[in-house]
């Protein structure tokens, strides 16, 4: 589809400015202006750099920064509106700001000590001590003790001409120090909306909140450019506006009975708990039956990971997103039983990663007892004890092809309680890498080590949030991993024993933004399903909307 600007967005475009916030609601088409801005500034460049090199002189090729916090929902609508960039899209690059953290430290971080940056999952924080490792929270450190060297920084400043922040209103004050330390002379075009602000109170979240808009306005020569609050997502303009009466706490709003009416908006109420999984995948199966796309939100790790599991044995096909972490250390559990099929690894490499998926597919600060139970450390059921048995002998036997099959059918051979979905994507994964290095490389060591430096650069990927996940018809994430995407039809999974923050009375300001944020990302339709008869004082005047 052909990208028409309208006079506020070209007016984005043709901008100069040093520094250019623009605030815009969810679906007001911010990432996509942005997308036509960027072609415009470097056009403007190359310009500029012919009329320079007719006057003899040499100018650099300008390029483009395109930082976010999720690489898949910003690629989601770059990829869609490629026509926009056109031959300009090799000259921007798009990254997460902890992947561009983790680039930075494993090119340069002999600089600062680190000669070899190996990077730690919060899973394998729980089970091991290991020494000069990286884990997710010390990226953004470390990277700014890199940008302190001059030689560093002088490079990165020289870099690029303008710098794209996608969700600004959501980074940190590390992630803002980075921004302003890499910029050097290059312009900012910052994208934001403080009424998605949804991660000021999340663990770990420090200087995140509304007043990062004033800082950037505190910037030389900034200026702010509003877009209209119209949606490119939903062009009826309904759920949308549904979604701000919502956010507003008007629940008896027109836009919220206009929503109703039209059935864009359906809320179902006091569904029994215990019955969560049956109608979860007969709203999706409805709403599938005319090929729509589905979002299915729900809410922490534990409920994902479980509903996921649930709509696979319900043949439900699915793709679980927003839980990198997962995906990764499935990944490694059956590379590692690959390599000890080929007598590159030893058996107690394959229990270990075993228990760092089992650890990262459940929520807390402990592992759970049967990740010390594959590290041998407490007493494994015999039943578990011979299955384990049974697949190192079934490794073994076989050759690289067959132990594939063995390590892809592990979870379901030995049991484990989490995590099918994961354990599914991250052999969909593995069985082309394995097969590709196979043909590459004719003597199967060869092969295995060119494997594992695959495997290490994908995981690295993933744990970075640099690699998106693979596009489905139906995706479920939690509540938290809905900014960005969209679908033509969501459901939103809303339990009377979930937690949505320490607000216990109205207006509830945070909770609030974030049923904005969930109840916005749909194209024709919004599913509200609420489980339990008593529902937190958030959600609770959701059950009068209820049909």
């Given amino acids: 589809m052909t990208y028409e600007p309208g006079e506020e967005q070209q007016e984005i475009i043709e901008a100069d400015d040093p520094v250019l916030l623009v605030c815009g609601g969810a679906g007001t088409g911010k990432t996509t202006t942005a997308a036509a801005a960027v072609r415009a500034h470097l056009e403007r460049a190359d310009r500029e750099r012919t009329a320079a090199t007719r006057r003899r002189e040499r100018l650099p090729v300008a390029r483009a920064l395109f930082l976010s916090f999720s690489r898949s929902s910003v690629a989601q609508i770059l990829d869609r509106t490629a026509d926009v960039l056109g031959s300009y899209g090799s000259r921007v690059e798009i990254t997460t700001f902890h992947a561009f953290a983790w680039r930075l430290l494993t090119r340069w971080g002999s600089v600062i000590g680190l000669t ?22 010390d990226m953004m450190p470390r990277a700014l003790d890199l940008c302190a060297v001059p030689a560093v920084r002088d490079y990165l400043q020289a870099r690029w001409s303008i710098i794209v922040s996608d969700e600004f209103q959501d980074t940190d004050d590390r992630q803002f120090e980075l921004l302003t330390t890499v910029r050097g002379q290059a312009r900012l075009l910052l994208l934001g909306d403080p009424n998605q602000c949804i991660y000021s109170t999340l663990p770990g979240a420090v200087g995140v909140g509304p007043e990062r808009l004033d800082a950037a306005m505190a910037l030389s020569d900034a200026r702010r450019l509003d877009l209209p609050d119209v949606s490119h997502r939903d062009p009826s303009n309904i759920l949308p506006a549904a979604a701000a009466a919502i956010r507003r706490r008007e629940f008896e709003h027109e836009a919220v009975i206009t929503a109703l009416d039209s059935g864009r908006l359906q809320v179902r109420a006091g569904l029994p708990i215990d019955k969560e999984a049956d109608v979860v995948a007969e709203v999706v199966q409805s709403l599938r039956e005319d090929g729509t796309s589905v979002g299915v939100f729900s809410h922490h790790i534990d409920a994902t990971t479980g509903l996921s599991d649930q709509l696979t044995q319900r043949g439900i096909d699915h793709e679980i997103v927003g839980l990198p972490e997962c995906l990764a250390t499935a990944l490694e559990a059956q590379h590692a039983m690959i390599r000890f099929a080929a007598g590159a690894d030893d058996w107690q490499s394959v229990r270990e990663q075993l228990a760092v998926f089992v650890t990262s597919s459940v929520r807390g600060k402990q592992a759970p007892d049967l990740a ?26 076989d050759d690289i092809g067959e132990a594939v099959k063995h390590a892809a059918a592990a979870h379901t051979t030995l049991g484990l309680p989490r995590g099918e979905n994961h354990w599914h994507n991250a052999t969909q994964l593995l069985q082309p890498l394995v097969a ?14 060119h494997l594992a430096a695959a495997i290490g650069e994908h995981r690295a990927g993933l744990l970075s949030y640099a690699v998106g996940e693979p596009a489905a018809p139906v995706q479920l994430m939690g509540l938290y991993q809905t900014k960005g995407r969209e679908a033509d039809a969501t459901i939103v999974v809303l339990r009377s024993n979930d937690f949505y923050g320490r607000e216990r009375y109205e207006p509830f300001d945070t909770g609030s933004k974030l049923l904005y944020v969930v109840l916005s990302r749909a194209r ?18 959701l059950v009068k909307l209820a049909s």
């Fill in 436 to 449: 590709r290095h196979l043909r590459r490389h004719p003597d199967p060591a060869d092969a295995i080590e």
């Fill in 372 to 397: 010390w139970m594959f590290l041998g450390r407490r007493s494994m059921p015999a039943t578990l004890n011979r299955r384990l048995t049974e697949l190192s002998e079934a490794l073994l036997a």
């Fill in 524 to 541: 024709h339709k919004t599913v509200v399903l609420l489980f339990g008869d008593d529902p937190q004082p958030l959600v609770a005047p």
């Fill in 116 to 137: 070899d940056p190996q990077m730690l999952t919060d899973a394998e924080a729980k089970l091991f001590r290991v020494d000069d490792a990286i884990r997710y929270q």
